[in-house]
């Protein structure tokens, strides 16, 4: 049985979520999509948005924030849609998740990580951040948990930049600062390129490709928020279980910062890349490809956390 994909949609209130997903739903011509919206204190009003989306099933959540209701709504939810879908009472292939604006991708993010059932089931592509890109530094400086949907993603769109009045330049390096991993483009009343979301594959390990940025980023260094991320490069291998201690070691000290981390290692005689990735101390590895001839070993793996010591952690990387 094949499993299912899952992008999960997130951003701060008001960052163009229902926007994009009425693009996507509008736009989509593969896939037969179901939607979990999960809604804050709106009552009724945000699904309207989606109610004419007739053949697009639509299950709204609204006991709560998902990711701090002990997630027990969105689980129910889940096997519900599988229930359905095995008894031939829905048909669908393709599950998009759009979380509240004040939701923590995080505890969503393990749902589907750690449940044994949903992590057969269905396969996390994607966490898409909103970022509004007039109101951001607003929301970065008064609101963490924008900080965290800006961490945690895959892929960064930057919304409403047709309203935008400054040079969206300083703003393009904060994020790539704050996530190196993620994609960065700019988008207008939703309208994107699918295949940018559907070519996501962030929770794979599959070796960390490297971001592409739509916009041109400048030297200008932003220190004001506590999500960043940094990556550590290495040209000599490493012994595996030095640096299976050493990794063991920031997970346990760094448990309260890391958000997600991926890499690939270069493994002292083994001709397999190692790979890596991990969401907070959700952590997994496999030996993925031999090097090429033709290649160059190295490692490489980007951390993302909140006040990660930068130094500490390329020094520890770089004495093993
Ligand atoms: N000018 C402009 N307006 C936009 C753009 N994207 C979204 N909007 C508008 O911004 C407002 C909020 O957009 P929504 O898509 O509802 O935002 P949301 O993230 O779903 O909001 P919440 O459900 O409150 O979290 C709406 O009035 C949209 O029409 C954009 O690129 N440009």
């Known amino acids: 049985m094949s499993s299912i994909p899952v992008f999960l949609l997130t951003g701060f209130l008001g960052a163009g979520k229902t926007t994009l997903l009425n693009y996507i739903l509008h736009h989509q011509t593969m896939n037969k999509i179901a939607v979990i919206k999960n809604e804050y204190g709106n009552g009724n009003t945000d699904a309207q948005f989606l109610s004419h989306?007739?053949?697009?099933?639509?299950?709204?959540?609204?006991?709560?924030?998902?990711?701090?209701?002990?997630?027990?709504?969105?689980?129910?939810?889940?096997?519900?849609?599988?229930?359905?879908?095995?008894?031939?009472?829905?048909?669908?292939?393709?599950?998009?998740?759009?979380?509240?604006?004040?939701?923590?991708?995080?505890?969503?993010?393990?749902?589907?990580?750690?449940?044994?059932?949903?992590?057969?089931?269905?396969?996390?592509?994607?966490?898409?951040?909103?970022?509004?890109?007039?109101?951001?530094?607003?929301?970065?400086?008064?609101?963490?948990?924008?900080?965290?949907?800006?961490g945690y993603a895959d892929l960064l769109l930057i919304s409403k930049s047709d309203l935008l009045s400054y040079d969206a330049s300083s703003l393009l390096t904060q994020l790539h600062n704050m996530n190196q991993k993620a994609a960065i483009y700019s988008i207008i009343h939703g309208n994107i390129d699918l295949n940018l979301i559907y070519n996501l594959d962030g929770f794979s390990l599959t070796p960390p490709s490297k971001p592409t940025l739509s916009f041109k980023i400048d030297d200008h260094e932003d220190h004001k928020v506590d999500v960043r991320s940094f990556t550590i490069t290495r040209y000599d291998p490493f012994e595996i279980n030095a640096i299976s201690s050493l990794m063991e070691r920031i997970l346990t000290t760094f448990n309260q910062q890391l958000l997600r981390y991926k890499g690939i290692l270069y493994i002292k005689n083994h001709s397999e890349k190692l790979l890596l990735q991990g969401v907070q101390q959700i952590y997994n590895s496999t030996w993925g490809q031999e090097w090429k001839s033709t290649e160059t070993p190295y490692s490489e793996i980007v951390f993302i956390g909140i006040q990660l010591p930068e130094e500490e952690f390329k020094c520890a990387f770089q004495k093993l």
């Not at 209701?69 to 849609?81: G, I, K, Q, R, V």
């Not at 057969?120 to 109101?135: H, K």
Request: charged content about 20%.
């Open 53 to 150: 989306h007739g053949d697009i099933h639509i299950t709204t959540l609204k006991n709560g924030c998902i990711c701090c209701n002990s997630n027990a709504e969105l689980s129910f939810t889940l096997f519900e849609l599988l229930e359905q879908k095995d008894k031939k009472l829905l048909d669908f292939d393709l599950l998009i998740i759009e979380c509240t604006g004040i939701a923590d991708p995080g505890p969503i993010i393990k749902v589907f990580l750690t449940h044994d059932l949903f992590s057969e089931r269905f396969t996390l592509r994607g966490v898409i951040t909103l970022i509004d890109a007039v109101n951001i530094a607003y929301q970065l400086k008064h609101f963490n948990v924008v900080q965290a949907q800006i």
